[in-house]
């Protein structure tokens, strides 16, 4: 992942003299995050959250969201996030948490939420009753969370097991999709996904994301695209445009830097690719956005 975008850790939410914490609640009466969030970023972080009132904007992977009451939050450390408005008036309802605190003592594997999934839609606007639902279980566990219990961490796993279930329902019945078990087919294609989140700044080629299964990319091809319905180079593409396209939004980097965090040979060959993705080259993509109104 490039370094050129920040890379947020749940710490820092916590005081300085205070011990790092697996997991935060921020609520209506908590104070404001001091992490400049209206820029590109990415978090070591899910998040899982309502809005009670108020609005804002939201941008996950350059697709944006209009966030107000009942609109639920799902957010994940594969995503690219940023928060161009938010109003002064906004209320919600957060948990953020780490995937090791989810999984200790054998609990769940977040990767197995289609939610916290690169390519999820990540705002969802629920009816009143399944928000309801949601923000009775985010203050139950905020008042676990604020509770000093020698079994406290135990206690507040076991309501966020509650709370990831209920919204993987909910969000399924939203979604219009059902529950059935995962082929072989479509669990390779989600391990092939994680690795590219993982290595697509420095790994282009199939073979490397083969070997890494253990499978052919002969295999691994015909696998995603039957998983998945996109090419695997697809989906290689896509993960470094949106890279690109990010870091063209600083003004303090030069194309030639971007290629080069990007691992490019050069600027003429991220050009060549940018364009051959886009239709447009570098430079006039950047020169576009200097006219998009914010």
Same mark, same amino acid.
């Given at each position: 992942?490039?370094?050129?975008?920040? +890379?947020?850790? !749940? %710490?820092?939410?916590?005081?300085?003299?205070?011990?790092?914490?697996? @997991?935060? @609640?921020?609520g209506p009466n908590s104070a404001p995050t001091r992490l400049p969030i209206e820029r590109p970023y990415r978090s070591d972080y899910y998040k899982l959250g309502i809005c009670l009132g108020g609005s804002a904007r939201l941008k996950v992977?350059?697709?944006?969201?209009?966030?107000?009451?009942?609109?639920?939050? +799902?957010l994940s450390p594969y995503v690219i996030k940023q928060w161009p408005f938010m109003s002064a008036d906004m209320e919600a309802l957060s948990l953020f948490f780490t995937k090791d605190f989810i999984a200790a003592h054998g609990g769940l594997n977040l990767d197995a939420f289609a939610f916290f999934e690169r390519d999820a839609r990540h705002v969802?606007? !629920?009816p009143p009753a399944p928000a309801a639902r949601i923000a009775e279980l985010?203050?139950?566990?905020?008042q676990q969370y604020d509770a000093p219990h020698v079994y406290r961490e135990e206690i507040l796993r076991s309501f966020m097991h509650i709370l990831l279930?209920? /919204?993987?329902?909910?969000?399924? %019945?939203h979604r219009g999709v059902a529950h059935p078990i995962q082929t072989r087919s479509q669990l390779l294609a989600t391990e092939f996904k994680k690795l590219v989140n993982s290595h697509y700044t420095t790994e282009r080629s199939l073979a490397f994301y083969a070997d890494k299964l253990c499978i052919t990319p002969k295999h691994l091809a015909e696998t995603v695209r039957e998983a998945t319905g996109k090419r695997a180079v697809a989906w290689l593409a896509e993960a470094v445009l949106l890279e690109a396209s990010v870091l063209l939004q600083n003004p303090?980097? /030069?194309?030639?830097?971007?290629? $080069?965090?990007?691992?490019?040979? $050069?600027?003429? /060959?991220?050009?060549?690719?940018?364009?051959?993705?886009?239709g447009v080259a570098p430079a006039a993509y950047r020169q576009r956005l200097a006219f998009v109104p914010a």
């Open positions: 992942m490039s370094a050129a975008i920040p +890379v947020y850790q !749940l %710490a820092a939410f916590t005081e300085p003299a205070g011990p790092p914490t697996p @997991f935060f @609640f921020l992977n350059l697709e944006t969201y209009d966030i107000g009451p009942g609109s639920l939050m +799902v969802v606007e !629920l985010l203050r139950a566990i905020e279930h209920e /919204t993987a329902a909910i969000y399924s %019945a303090a980097l /030069t194309i030639a830097q971007i290629a $080069d965090i990007l691992h490019f040979a $050069d600027q003429s /060959t991220f050009g060549r690719f940018f364009r051959k993705s886009t």
